[in-house]
């Protein structure tokens, strides 16, 4: 393993210095990737030259609208290059981040499908981003988890024979944001195929982290979020199929949605645009675009070689660690994202202190997927319904530390001195 990320030159504020609790200054350790990441420099290189020739886009005429327009619409190319999308039968739509693309999906659905016929598939391991926006529109139902929180393809398999015929989308995350594991999508897409069935992939924290080739997987949809690989500039990518988004209505209509307008009737605009209404985030997708380009520069099989080898000393150094609990395994296939809890603290209490008094950033509770938590903690949907009219009386949670690609063993080192020097106190 290598001792010293090649990485981290590229990445904006690794040597900032904060506060402790009693007064010193310290290196910040970030280890919140999963939660958002920081910038690129060449992402604000990037952001700082085009700003003098930012200009609105679409439907002005001037020299710096036309590049503006220009420069965004070809975001769509980079972001194809990067992921192998073949535009000839996707749509790339720019929206603010994974949520919004997901939400944006199931209203689309609700025009299309009829919603007493229509099942939707979702998982036990998801974000609420992709359980929430499904609920109360459709029946839905959740693929099984086993105890250790792995995906259970098996239980996969049986919903679609139990349900044959009537399941018109599995919605699956690509890596879990608790316990890293990657899910095998190219199994899982293989399975919809044969049963009909349309897949969704939220890769939010997969693309991060491992090269993704789409038309290798044949999904129907993809969606990511930009700050979550180093363009925090409020960018979100859905990607789907044209003739999907062709039909029915977008949710949000106005500017740039329609090609005509009588008082009586639209003609709505091709996508994407018709699916993105108002004035875009033009920063956000210039920012994103040039992010994709760094990380191919780089190459993001080097990126996930050295996460995975600095994640999987992390694992192997925390496991020799007694009062540590781990609630995931190094021998599946993991992103870069450790779960935790130390003995005789509370998550929260953990992630404080660390904090507090070493200046190391990590996230606690229960990271927007409550279900899946407490499948991990073993804790009863009986136990949790008792708890719904007060629900800050219940606390359980987990500790999560998760890299990125500038991270250093010399940090890790640091944050295991950090839990053994918490132990013995
Ligand atoms: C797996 C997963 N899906 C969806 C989201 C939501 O992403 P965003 O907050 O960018 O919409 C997250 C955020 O942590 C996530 O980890």
Redesign the pocket.
Known sequence: MLDKSPFRKYVLGTETMIPLNPYRLARYINFDN???TPPLKAVLKAINGFSPWYSSIHRGKGYKSLLSSRLYEESRSIIADFLKIDLAHYTIIFV???????NKISNRFCQLEDKGECIILSTEM?????DLPWRNKYKLDYIEVTGEGLLSLEDLEAKLIEHRGKVRLVTV?????VTGYINPIRKIAGLCRQYNARILV?A??LIPHRPFNMSDHELDFL???G??IYAPFGT?VLIGPTDFFRQGEPETKGGGTVQLVTTEEVLWNEPPWKDEAGTPNIMGVIALAESLKKIKEIGMEKIAEYEESLTHYTLKEMEKIPGVKLYNNKDSEIISIIPFNIEGLSHEEAADILAGEYGIGVRNGC???QPYIRKLLGISENEIKKHLNRPHSLHPGLVRISFGMYNEKEEVDYLLQAIREILKK
Do not use: L, M, R
């Open positions: 999963a939660a958002t603010k981040n994974t949520t919004e693309a997901i998801e974000h609420h981003s992709n995350t690509g890596a879990s944001n939220d939010a924290q969606v990511f979020s700050h979550k979100g990271f927007c997927a």
